[in-house]
């Protein structure tokens, strides 16, 4: 019985002591948490600051460069006795596809026309323009844009056609397509 009671002393003993041993750790991994979670806290504004800036150096340059280029391109195209008209965008349903799927565009378009009657008859003739547009776009398959090698070319071909037809005219000498998604 001595011995029973003995070894429940001692177990109380040992859990007295294991109590007290927890006890002091318990602020010294306090003290370590609130370090580490000081440390995370200062790399991630770092990171953040870092990111932020890089994103925004690259952007400035890569800006110039795209601005340039772009100048380029156009300056080699377009001569002073023509002016390139923006229109709005057009979002249009395409004609069903083969596998029946509904599909639409989103399209912008700009129109290289005369520069001294050019811009005024564009104005004037707005919503012709757009309505020979549409009317092209909705009898248009996206596979013919999208797997034919030249679709795109074979697309500004028909839309600069259209234009010029419902126009009676031949205002439209060629047709940019400056932004293309197909969905």
Request: aromatic share 2%; glycine share 6%; hydrophobic share 40%.
């Amino acid at each position: 019985m001595k011995d029973g009671v003995n070894e429940m002393e001692k177990n109380q003993d040992v859990e007295k002591e294991l109590q007290e041993v927890e006890e002091t750790e318990v602020p010294i991994e306090k003290k370590g948490h609130s370090k580490m979670i000081l440390l995370l806290v200062v790399v991630l504004v770092v990171g953040v600051i870092g990111g932020t800036a890089g994103t925004f150096i690259g952007n400035l340059f890569s800006n110039k460069k795209a601005k340039t280029e772009e100048v380029d391109h156009i300056s080699g195209k377009i001569s002073n006795e023509q002016d390139s008209i923006a229109l709005d965008e057009f979002l249009v349903n395409l004609a069903p596809s083969k596998t029946g799927e509904d599909e639409y565009i989103k399209i912008s378009i700009s129109l290289l026309v005369p520069a001294k009657v050019g811009e005024k008859e564009v104005e004037k003739n707005k919503d012709v323009i757009r309505d020979s547009i549409v009317n092209t776009l909705r009898k248009t398959q996206a596979e013919s844009i999208l797997n034919d090698s030249k679709g795109v070319e074979s697309l500004k071909v028909e839309l600069k056609e259209a234009i010029n037809k419902a126009n009676n005219s031949s205002l439209v000498k060629e047709v940019f397509i400056t932004n293309l998604v197909i969905q």
